[in-house]
């Protein structure tokens, strides 16, 4: 099924060997996940997402090349594969073509860049070089969830004092698409309500770099609690895979966890003693001898 996919998502099939027409050196063909030049630029490939570039080398002289090499600065550290598994092809023979391949992760942002191949004629001293240009962009939204918690002063229940806690949700969209329907939820504190800006739990978009904060106050008696915060999305964005067949939106996700305590009531004031009252004054005095 898998060689059908490629067939019917990817780009159309280029051709695999040179045509040997005349003297034109070295020739190069570069396609990401499938797409030929800069084509996965978009729709994109989804951050963090396999990523797989082809060079397809083709000598259209009669001379053999040696030494053959690719430089792609659009994709640094990459690790680029030629046939006999090295990073380089010790020959290309005349009219013939050979395809090297690089595996990555896709990174954030647009990365294109000129692809150079370069081999060399030891007999007549001379170097063929090929330039093509290529590149993708990584593409997708991402969540980011922190907690922050507050304890204070409660209500009294029908048989102990409660406190109350204020948890803070924040949640950031790192990532570089807008995130649209964003529910917040906590399984483990299980408060009454969760309150956005919009006034549910329920934050309706958040654009790259944005932030929102979302609000629930519970009321416990004393005692340690654990919050577990839960945030869900989607950038509603179709992205490339390897083999350049569309790849629907994933659900973002992300999480956080808050301690906290609701500390023992502080026993109230034990209000001072009252003053004792003065003595009476005796009914009757002994009046002095004269």
Not at 14 to 40: S, Y
Not at 116 to 136: M, Q
Not at 160 to 179: E, Q
Not at 219 to 238: A, F, N, Q, W
């Amino acid at each position: 099924m898998l060689p059908l996919l490629m067939a019917v998502c990817g780009a159309p099939a280029q051709r695999a060997v040179a045509d040997g027409a005349g003297n034109h050196g070295l020739a190069l063909q570069v396609a990401v996940n499938t797409r030929p030049g800069t084509g996965a630029t978009d729709p994109g490939i989804r951050v963090g997402h396999p990523l797989v570039k082809t060079y397809h080398l083709i000598n259209r002289t009669g001379a053999d090349l040696y030494d053959v090499r690719v430089n792609d600065p659009g994709l640094p550290h990459a690790d680029i594969r030629c046939p006999g598994g090295g990073d380089h092809l010790p020959m290309l023979r005349g009219l013939d073509s050979a395809t090297c391949t690089a595996w990555a992760t896709a990174r954030p942002g647009t990365w294109i860049a000129d692809v150079t191949a370069v081999g060399s004629v030891p007999s007549l001293g001379t170097e063929s070089r090929a330039v093509a240009r290529s590149g993708y962009a990584g593409v997708g939204g991402a969540l980011s969830l922190t907690e922050t918690v507050t304890t204070g002063a409660g209500s009294l229940g029908r048989a102990l004092t409660l406190g109350r806690a204020t948890v803070f949700y924040d949640v950031t969209n790192t990532g570089n698409r807008t995130v649209y329907d964003l529910r917040l939820s906590d399984p483990a504190l299980q408060p009454p309500a969760i309150v956005c800006g919009s006034g549910g739990d329920v934050v309706p978009s958040l654009e790259p770099g944005g932030s929102a904060r979302c609000v629930a106050t519970v009321e416990r008696p004393p005692g340690h609690y654990l919050s577990k915060g839960r945030v869900k999305g989607s950038d509603r964005i179709k992205t490339l895979g390897p083999d350049g067949c569309p790849k629907p939106p994933p659900m973002l996700k992300d999480w956080a966890i808050g301690h906290f305590t609701v500390d023992e009531p502080t026993p109230p004031p034990v209000p001072p003693p009252l003053p004792e009252p003065p003595a009476p004054e005796p009914r009757w005095r002994r009046s002095p001898r004269s």
